[in-house]
């Protein structure tokens, strides 16, 4: 993995050879990784990613607790950056999903399995999860037509979680932790964020831009509408102290970005 220092943000000029490689990593996702550290006051967010996939590591009061888990074929390539950070896996208070496909819920039974580690995840996902196996969407955008049949046809061994979520809900007594989950359910039924201190983790609620630190309509949306409203209301409520966002592809994302894309602009 390559290391980013805790404040870095992506160059948003990277000249185009470094862009056009990292649209064609997308495309044709190969073992893309990378780790940043972002500190916010008492709440340290560690990011690993690989394959494009975000697993979110969240530190509070000497708690941990994780954000997704990934691909099923990267799940013993987190457990090692985990340690790698400080952070061994078996010091994780859960893991929360944020939806129930397969580049973030792929992990999750190789967690639970090997270190007992609960899943939260919202209940309206469970289909998905027990089956361990992606509902359809709809592509936004020329690359998520390319990938689409690629994407869609992905399996995971199925998992039960152990927490499943109707409603916004404290994780404090789980996780000891202030984080919050906040139902989003626009990109699936199920689809959850968390809000913890000046951060939100959104899953796919949003993506990051592929090159820079924007926002950006995730690449598989069907209600376009129902999204931007829901991303509104989040910033309005739940996240109107939250200044950095971490969606589950790319980012972080400062706020000023997010309200740019999703309030100010146009639909």
Partial sequence: MS?????????????????????????FPGCASYYQKTTLGDVVVHTITHDHANMHVVVEKGSAFAVDSGLKGTATSMEIDLRAIGVP?????????????????????Y???????????????????????????CPVGAIARFRYETDFVQTFDPVEPDVLVDGPMSLSEITGT????????????????????????????????????????????????????????????????????????????PRAEVVDTFVSSPP
């Fill in 89 to 109: 896996p078996e010091s994780l208070k859960a893991i929360v999903l944020t939806h129930g496909h397969h580049d973030h819920a792929g992990g999750a039974r």
């Fill in 178 to 253: 202030n984080a919050r989950i906040v139902p989003v359910g626009s990109h699936t039924p199920g689809s959850l964020a968390v809000v913890v201190g000046r951060a939100a983790l959104v899953g796919d609620l949003f993506r990051g831009g592929i090159v820079g630190d924007g926002a950006e309509v995730h690449f598989y949306m069907c209600d376009l509408e129902g999204n931007r409203r829901t991303i509104q209301s989040l910033l309005v409520r739940e996240a109107a102290s939250v200044d950095t966002f971490f969606p589950g592809h790319f980012g972080p994302i």
């Fill in 111 to 137: 967690f639970q399995q090997k270190y007992r580690t609960r899943i939260v995840a919202g209940r309206a996902d469970l289909g998905m999860l027990r089956n361990g196996k992606n509902d359809r969407s």
């Fill in 3 to 27: 290391r980013k220092t805790p404040t870095t943000q992506a160059s948003t000029d990277l000249g185009w050879l470094a862009a056009l490689a990292v649209v064609a990593s997308t495309v």
